[in-house]
């Protein structure tokens, strides 16, 4: 198969099952008749509490009919609606202490039994299908607002309100965005950035250790995590009242510097490669057809 060929049907795939995910009108945590949700002594949410939830679920299926457990045993933890930490602790439950591991005849990706191919032991397809699953969790509707900041306001010192260090941008409530938020506890409520692009070039040469300095900009542009490094860290005082979760420069201090050139075509952009300064720089590789 070509990559080509192999890249649309990837495509195709995702949005298919997300497809499929916005036609389900509840979450269900039933599979051949082990109810999740039903279980009893969870300390919080599946998968809070790695070791214990896989306990608890492994004993639930004990408890299944005969003909389900065989299935279930072990491959209840290819189960797409399951945590992935819980699928890699599940899996290394070792199998009947008889030597008669029945589990072993379970087909390795697809089982008859089950509608949707609910088990699935292929990691790549089962991280698809989970993503998909993850999503339909929280099908919140877009929030109102064209924005998710909200207002912003200007940080000084306490001593000098005349000089502005950074501009601090209220951000909007976690609650109103849609979709699944993974890491919505890691999320501050407020950002700070430079107050100006003086202040931004300044951070940006220091971050960069000068080595762009004379660059002629025309068809190039640079992003990625260097440049938002360079917003995210204002110069704020201590004589300044701000919260505690302030970004530090050196959380960047391993990116690298991500340059593009765009409207040129493959000569001129490789011109531009081989002398993109009025000083001498290391030369990058050469564009080719």
């Not at 003086?198 to 992003?223: C, E, H, P």
């Not at 300044?240 to 690298?256: H, K, R």
Request: hydrophobic fraction near 35%; charged fraction near 25%; charge should be negative.
């Amino acid at each position: 198969m070509s990559q080509t060929k192999l890249a649309i049907e990837t495509v195709e795939t995702q949005l298919k099952l997300w497809k499929e995910s916005q036609n389900e009108k509840t979450v269900s945590c039933e599979i051949l008749g082990l109810d999740v949700a039903q279980l009893q002594g969870f300390g919080g949410y599946l998968g809070e509490n790695i070791e214990e939830d896989v306990g608890i679920i492994d004993k639930g299926v004990q408890k299944l009919e005969a003909k389900y457990i065989n299935v279930l045993k072990k491959g209840i933890w290819s189960w797409y609606k399951l945590p992935y930490p819980m699928r890699r602790v599940g899996s290394g439950i070792p199998g009947d202490s008889t030597g008669n591991d029945e589990t072993s005849k379970v087909p390795r990706k697809k089982v008859e039994i089950l509608k949707d191919n609910e088990l699935i032991d292929d990691v790549d397809e089962w991280v698809l299908k989970n993503e998909i699953f993850l999503r339909s969790l929280s099908k919140r509707p877009p929030c109102d607002s064209d924005t998710v900041l909200g207002p912003w306001s200007v940080v000084s010192s306490d001593d000098d309100s005349s000089t502005i260090h950074a501009l601090q941008v209220t951000r909007s409530s976690i609650d109103v965005l849609p979709g699944y938020t993974i890491l919505a506890d890691k999320r501050p409520p407020t950002t700070f950035i430079q107050p100006s692009s003086a202040d931004f070039k300044r951070r940006f040469y220091s971050m960069t250790g000068g080595l762009l300095a004379g660059l002629d900009w025309s068809n190039i542009f640079v992003a990625g995590g260097l440049v938002l490094g360079a917003l995210l860290t204002p110069d704020i005082p201590s004589t300044a009242s701000v919260p505690a979760f302030l970004n530090q420069y050196e959380e960047w201090i391993s990116s690298d510097i991500d340059l593009y050139i765009y409207g040129l075509d493959v000569d001129a952009a490789n011109k531009k490669i081989v002398t993109p300064t009025a000083r001498s720089l290391p030369l990058a590789p050469i564009l080719h057809n």
